[in-house]
């Protein structure tokens, strides 16, 4: 119930192209739902986030889709660029961030030339 | 602005000796703390949060243990490392709920032999 499941494990994507990123989760008391993005030797650094208000939210180049009926979300990154090769970690908490966050396993985004 | 430090960045220590890792955070009163755990090429797992001065809870049983001694400093501690203590720890803070934005520091990158 706790779970957040996400998906790929690693991903390897063309320089331009779109890098799409998966979660799942089971517990629908889940209401924040936070990406993060982590450079090999770094703490992690929140990149974008997400309450189940909205189906979209847009920063930038990187995207956040919401399916509350099918309990997913995703993180889209259009114009992939070699800079954003980094790991990626989805999460979750709920009531009102009174509980403490939930994290994905990561998927390892490489970008190519 | 908010900052926070951890040291040492990279230890490597004896396979029975201590451990004390530091965390201070800089810019914030009363922030909740965390300690995570990150083996190569793995998520992220919840070691201890406080909420408060001398409040702890810890999430795994281990040979670890955390203490907060004042409001802005996180310690955690093992009187003897196992080999599987290796990895990579980060500390973090958030303010409001347990559960909102987290900001993590740079890491302590352990290796036990």
């Known amino acids: 119930q706790q779970q957040v499941k996400q998906s790929p494990q690693s991903l390897i994507v063309q320089k331009g192209g779109i890098s799409i990123i998966n979660c799942a989760y089971e517990?629908?008391?889940?209401?924040?739902f936070p990406w993060y993005q982590q450079f090999p030797g770094k703490g992690p650094a929140l990149l974008i986030a997400?309450?189940?208000?909205?189906s979209e939210k847009k920063e930038g180049r990187f995207t956040i889709s919401f399916n509350k009926s099918a309990k997913q979300f995703s993180l889209h990154i259009m114009d992939s660029q070699p800079g954003d090769s980094a790991t990626y970690f989805c999460?979750?908490?709920?009531?009102?961030?009174?509980?403490?966050?939930?994290f994905g396993t990561g998927t390892r985004l490489t970008i190519i030339p | 602005s908010q900052t926070i430090h951890q040291w040492p960045a990279t230890l490597v220590q004896p396979v029975g000796s201590p451990l004390s890792l530091e965390c201070t955070v800089e810019?914030?009163?009363?922030?909740?703390l965390y300690w995570y755990r990150q083996a190569a090429g793995r998520g992220l797992q919840l070691l201890f949060y406080?909420?408060?001065?001398g409040q702890i809870s810890s999430e795994v049983p281990q040979n670890l243990s955390a203490s907060r001694p004042q409001d802005r400093q996180f310690i955690l501690s093992s009187k003897k490392l196992l080999l599987s203590d290796s990895g990579f720890y980060l500390c973090?803070?958030?303010?409001w709920g347990i559960g909102e934005t987290q900001y993590f520091g740079p890491g302590t990158r352990l290796l036990v032999l």
């Open positions: 973090a803070w958030s303010t």
């Open positions: 517990n629908t008391a889940f209401d924040y």
């Open positions: 997400i309450r189940p208000d909205v």
């Open positions: 999460a979750a908490s709920k009531n009102f961030g009174n509980e403490k966050l939930t």
């Open positions: 810019g914030t009163s009363n922030p909740n």
């Open positions: 406080s909420v408060g001065i």
